[in-house]
Nanobody
């Protein structure tokens, strides 16, 4: 199993920035891709960004050009830099790790609130 601790959420005004962090521990050798998903009240969880062990990235259309995912393999940490935040970005953000045997582990979530 991989244990994920995500942090960095908070309250920010529209147009502002936040950086989320996700620290992995445990069976980190089993991690393939890592990413971030978010869930707003009354909505389904949606994938926001992902990064493979080789550094390839993928983004949801709604965040392209505003969010950047990065990975520090030495620290076993993934970051999500969020710029030009909008009220519709308000959600609980969850870090996730895709494991080489097909499983997925999730962080506990961190709240991001963007005020207009």
């Amino acid at each position: 199993q991989v244990h994920l601790v995500d942090s960095g959420g908070g309250l920010v005004q529209a147009g502002g920035s936040l950086r989320l962090s996700c620290a992995a521990s445990g069976s980190i050798f089993s991690i393939d891709a890592m990413g971030w998903a978010r869930q707003a009240p009354g909505k389904q969880r949606e994938l926001v960004a992902a990064i493979t062990s080789g550094g390839s990235t993928n983004y949801a259309d709604s965040v392209k050009g505003r969010f950047t995912i990065s990975r520090d393999n030495a620290k076993h940490t993934v970051y999500l830099q969020m710029n030009s935040l909008k009220p519709e970005d308000t959600a609980v953000y969850y870090c996730n790790a895709d494991l080489d045997w097909g499983g997925v582990n999730w962080g506990q979530g961190t709240q991001v609130t963007v005020s207009s």
